[in-house]
């Protein structure tokens, strides 16, 4: 966002207590913050009327609260909406929000761009142009209308979220903390192509659910749709995950997109079976939406039901993504602000 | 916090800059490798490591590491600032961007040329093309190497200063403006994202299947 100031959103309710004292302010003017922060959508410090207006006065010549609001929805046929935001000096970012009955899902954005380069998706091709911070990811959520029914939280926009791990666990922490956005930390999940220091510190420290990107179990393969696997092989992600009690309620589950001819044969069945049978998880078949110069094709839905039905008799429950924002280019790999980020250059703004 | 690299102490033998802010910090090596692989590096045994490539030969004595100055982070300043036998921490190799001895094209941006060095220095610059991209003359690191050797398969494109012997434009220009890249042949890229997926799109365009591709990413 377009501020000098050091912002609000994104701090914990410890953090707020502190720089309360340190403003010379009663303690609890800490748990006010957090409250009007993360329980509310004020835009202005002169909105929380439970704080003094000497301490806003304070407040607000120090810091500026980090909550701005989206600049365009698109909104699809099936009720997605793409939510667009300029985070300020070329930092645009998307968030998709996806109805399902009672089950209302935010799709957030962790970076702007993605340094991940992978084959298949559309964020990759526009290449990196800076992190989010906590109060960036968090506003995706706090500034939508919809914030209020928001039942589960993915990390699955853009950005490789463990190549930004302090604020995505910053975020998290604040999602699911009872003074935050009191959200289920098994209603939260985080997804990865596999970034295994990262993710062990995820592992340890978060409860919240973990999915990471598979897509072929095979190295040789897998290495050419995903370059990070030159670096962390999915084997030695997999053999990570099993060295952690994932415990009961936190789920891990692997994403898959079906690629026609690539990654949806009997041969990858079986390997997938070999690659998982110690880990407690599911895996999530992804329908490919396809990208411009990609020589990559959708399988077909009956290979996709066919695949589904020989992992599940293999044992690994397996489910089938619905495909959800297509009109919209909302759709699972598809968000980019790419030209927008190129328009803001040409205008002579710098990356942030 | 615990990280899944372990990482040991190796003491440094020397530092040059190459360039400005560009360095290459060399220690004694302490274990094997195979040439293209990465190793983590830290200021502290406890610390997370940056992955950074190799860029000496299998065979030889020390281990370099081609290195330019973050200004936004922690570690490369301080790298910077090592001098002969003082402390580093790094992993032990590891990683899949390796070479073989077939016919290939290297292509890097920036300091991604280190695994091709590395490879360079191990003997697989035979039948292979090298395209290193930079934004000034002085970016095209270890060119003495390339250039000895390869003659006119070692290609340098400068995309903000101009020389006779240099092409002047970017690495993704001068791919559009080839029209005889073998199809039947391995493509290495490495070096930032942005140049890895423009490349990697326009040799698709090109033909070339896409798994005869491999990229390694600077992260």
Redesign the interface.
């Known amino acids: 966002m377009l501020t000098e100031k050091e912002t609000l959103l994104g701090k914990t309710r410890d953090e707020l207590t502190q720089l309360s004292l340190d403003l010379g302010l009663p303690s609890y003017t800490g748990n006010q913050l957090a409250y009007w922060l993360y329980k509310t959508a004020v835009e202005s410090f002169d909105e929380m009327t439970n704080i003094s207006k000497k301490a806003r006065a304070i407040l607000n010549e120090k810091y500026d609260l980090g909550a701005f609001p989206p600049q365009s929805v698109k909104e699809s046929l099936d009720g997605t909406k793409k939510y667009l935001f300029n985070a300020g000096k070329a930092k645009f970012i998307e968030a998709a929000y996806i109805p399902d009955g009672d089950r209302h899902t935010l799709c957030v954005s962790s970076q702007v761009?993605?340094?991940?380069?992978c084959?298949f998706c559309m964020t990759?091709?526009q290449?990196?142009q800076g992190q989010l911070d906590a109060g960036e990811i968090l506003n995706q959520l706090r500034s939508i209308p919809e914030r209020k029914l928001m039942t589960n939280i993915v990390y699955m926009g853009m950005g490789?979220p463990f190549?930004n791990l302090e604020a995505v666990m910053r975020s998290t922490a604040i999602l699911t903390a009872e003074y935050g956005f009191a959200i289920s930390v098994r209603k939260v999940t985080v997804s990865t192509i596999g970034i295994?220091?990262a993710m062990?510190?995820f592992l340890?420290?978060s409860k919240c659910n973990l999915a990471v990107s598979l897509h072929s179990p095979f190295?040789e393969?897998r290495?050419?749709l995903m370059?990070?696997?030159?670096?962390y092989?999915v084997k030695d992600v997999v053999d990570?995950i099993t060295q952690y009690d994932i415990g009961k309620y936190r789920r891990v589950s692997f994403e898959y997109i079906m690629f026609k001819g690539i990654n949806d044969t009997r041969r990858h069945v079986n390997e997938l079976a070999r690659l998982l049978n110690k880990v407690n998880c599911r895996m999530n078949l992804i329908r490919f939406h396809t990208i411009p110069?990609?020589?990559?094709e959708g399988s077909d839905e009956d290979t996709i039901l066919d695949f589904q039905a020989a992992l599940n008799t293999k044992g690994i429950t397996t489910t089938i993504r619905a495909s959800r924002g297509q009109d919209i280019e909302a759709a699972c790999g598809l968000l980019s602000t790419k030209e927008l980020v190129k328009q803001k250059k040409e205008k002579g703004i710098p990356d942030a | 916090m615990k990280t899944k690299l372990k990482l040991t102490r190796v003491k440094v033998i020397r530092q040059r800059e190459i360039a400005p802010s560009v360095f290459v910090l060399s220690f004694q090596r302490p274990w094997d490798f195979t040439a293209g692989q990465v190793i983590g590096i830290g200021g502290h045994e406890n610390d997370e490591a940056r992955l950074y490539s190799i860029a000496s030969g299998e065979l030889d004595d020390e281990v370099d590491i081609l290195y330019n100055i973050n200004p936004d982070g922690k570690l490369t300043p301080w790298m910077a600032q090592l001098n002969t036998a003082d402390t580093l921490w790094v992993s032990e190799p590891f990683g899949s961007f390796t070479g073989s001895g077939e016919p290939g094209w290297w292509i890097a941006s920036g300091t991604g040329i280190a695994p091709f060095v590395s490879m360079f220095r191990t003997g697989l610059y035979k039948n292979k093309k090298v395209i290193h991209g930079g934004r000034n003359l002085q970016s095209f690191y270890f060119h003495e190497l390339f250039e000895n050797e390869l003659k006119d398969n070692y290609i340098r494109c400068c995309s903000r200063e101009q020389s006779p012997e240099i092409y002047n434009g970017r690495i993704t220009q001068y791919l559009r403006e080839r029209s005889d890249l073998p199809t039947n042949e391995k493509y290495y890229l490495c070096g930032s994202a942005e140049m890895v997926v423009d490349a990697r799109d326009i040799l698709i365009e090109k033909g070339i299947p896409f798994d005869n591709i491999v990229s390694e990413i600077y992260f």
Do not use: S, Y
């Open positions: 761009g993605c340094k991940m380069g084959l990759g091709k290449g990196f490789e190549d295994i220091p062990k510190i340890e420290q190295d393969e290495r050419k370059p990070i696997q030159n670096v092989p990570t110069g990609t020589p990559l």
